[in-house]
């Protein structure tokens, strides 16, 4: 395979292109299956696979401290060596197959939207995930009494008769906020550019009180600190930590242990 893959480059650059993608492609699942099944051999592996990708497309930090991560993991003591290669390295929930993860990527039971991060409350992820079940529950209702149930019965109903609405809630609903008045509940849709919208109405020569509406708070959480749902949000990791050591003298050259330098020299 070196071969037809050495010879690819000089008979037919595409070819040898997509081959190469194909391998880095090729990395990443391999990287993903040793943290999904806990392989820690192959997870060594499929890291020191990728590093050279870091330093050639200017991924500096990478580059750097996963230079140091693996020279400092392939001088482990013996009994934490032990212990990864039993697939202690990873977090796993439950007693199914190809479910592990990092202990950093373990986000627990919550359900969070996946472009903004909010976390949606328990009613949203219980109708999210039992949507299927909850669906199969409604058809076999309407199987038994529209088709299975005699026409004489009277649990019958005709085919034609009208099918309820489900009021399931999904990743909308987070943002819907309920108003109560006079004994009756009005659902509303927190409208994130609202404001966006009176500034655009105003700058149009429609009549605007702007200084009126800017003295009260638009929505009842700051939309820039948390979710609706009272969730904060997440932020960079770099950030935070150019915070904390801001104030922090370290020294230029941290000296490694002898065995973690000898097995970089072997990278």
Known sequence: M??????????DPNAAFWWDYMTMVSIVLCFTRAQRD????LHLYAFKRRLPFFFRYNHINYARWDTVYLAEMSALPPEILLEFQKGNFVVKRS?????????????????????????????????????????QAQMKVFVDKRVCEPPDSDQHLGLKSPIRKNKAKTFASLYEVVQLSKNKQNTIKVDRQILQRLVTVYRAGRKVDLENVL?????????????????????????????????????????????????AKHL
């Open 95 to 135: 007693d199914r197959r190809f479910n592990q993860v990092s202990a950093d990527q373990n986000g627990g039971d919550t359900l969070k939207n996946i472009i903004n991060k909010d976390v949606v409350t328990p009613e949203i992820q219980e109708s999210l995930l039992g949507a299927e079940h909850l669906g």
């Open 215 to 263: 003295q009260h708070e638009l929505m009842p959480i700051p939309p820039s600190l948390a979710a609706t749902n009272g969730s904060l949000h997440s932020t960079n990791k770099s950030v935070l930590a150019n915070i904390l050591t801001k104030h922090v003298q370290t020294p230029a050259d941290v000296p490694l242990q002898e065995p973690s330098c000898l097995a």
């Open 38 to 41: 806990g392989l820690w051999d």
């Open 2 to 11: 070196k071969e037809f893959a050495a010879s690819l480059a000089v008979d």
